[in-house]
Antibody, heavy 121, light 111 residues
Framework: QVTLKESGPVLVKPTETLTLTCTVS??????????VSWIRQPPGKALEWLAH???????SYSTSLKSRLTISKDTSKSQVVLTMTNMDPVDTATYYC?????????????WGQGTMVTVSS | QSVLTQPPSVSAAPGQKVTISCSGS????????VSWYQQLPGTAPKLLIY???KRPSGIPDRFSGSKSGTSATLGITGLQTGDEADYYC????????????FGGGTQLTVL
């Protein structure tokens, strides 16, 4: 069974750096046909894609947030990590990690449950 | 503002059919597969349609997808109250680098 699970702080202060971890099971992060994205959703708002890491370690970032984001993976730990610097209250959102596979045309076929992050002093 | 354009809301009666549109450009929908996601209240999105018109295992054939040029459409027939959810279209944009993009979401109300 394929699962993804996000973990990280529930509350961060403005200007702090957020670090989120996505732990996957049921597939390998070295699988050439798969990659993992981070996607967020502010309360009551739409999905916003943040970053993606491919099996070959190539990375892609949202144009508007690129300067603040870093995505990385530890294949041996089956983890994908996202860091976002200089957090602001507008970054309050549920953060999801999701798998994209070649077999589904790079659609996000499996999503984590999401982790809610609040930015407040 | 989302890269892909969807109507904010649609509604229909139980048993009826509804369509949700998704409009993009040549750099995203025009040259890439479209996927659709269903997000029930308080839950994570779930893949409904991939590669424009294919359904993952377990998704009923009441859900269908199509694509023409730079637009895509999700169709739902035989509406049920359990279909009330937010629906998002998504694709990749190859204008500068590989970026994933989503629509602004459409809230479906089954009256």
């Amino acid at each position: 069974q394929v699962t993804l699970k996000e973990s990280g702080p529930v509350l961060v202060k403005p200007t702090e750096t957020l670090t989120l971890t996505c732990t996957v099971s049921g597939f390998s992060l070295s699988n050439a046909r798969m990659g993992v994205s981070w996607i967020r959703q502010p309360p009551g708002k739409a999905l916003e894609w943040l970053a993606h890491i491919f099996s070959n370690d190539e990375k892609s970032y949202s144009t508007s947030l690129k300067s603040r984001l870093t995505i990385s993976k530890d294949t041996s730990k089956s983890q994908v990590v996202l860091t976002m610097t200089n957090m602001d209250p507008v970054d309050t959102a549920t953060y999801y990690c999701a798998r994209a596979t070649v077999t589904t045309g790079d659609a996000f076929d499996i999503w984590g449950q999401g982790t809610m992050v609040t930015v407040s002093s | 503002q989302s890269v892909l354009t969807q109507p904010p809301s649609v509604s229909a009666a139980p048993g009826q059919k509804v369509t949700i549109s998704c409009s993009g450009s040549s750099s995203n929908i025009g040259n890439n597969y479209v996927s659709w996601y269903q997000q029930l209240p308080g839950t994570a999105p779930k893949l409904l349609i991939y590669e424009n018109n294919k359904r993952p295992s377990g998704i009923p054939d009441r859900f269908s997808g199509s694509k023409s040029g730079t637009s895509a459409t999700l169709g739902i027939t035989g509406l049920q109250t359990g279909d009330e959810a937010d629906y998002y279209c998504g694709t990749w944009d190859s204008s500068l680098s590989a970026l994933a993009v989503f629509g602004g979401g459409t809230q479906l109300t089954v009256l």
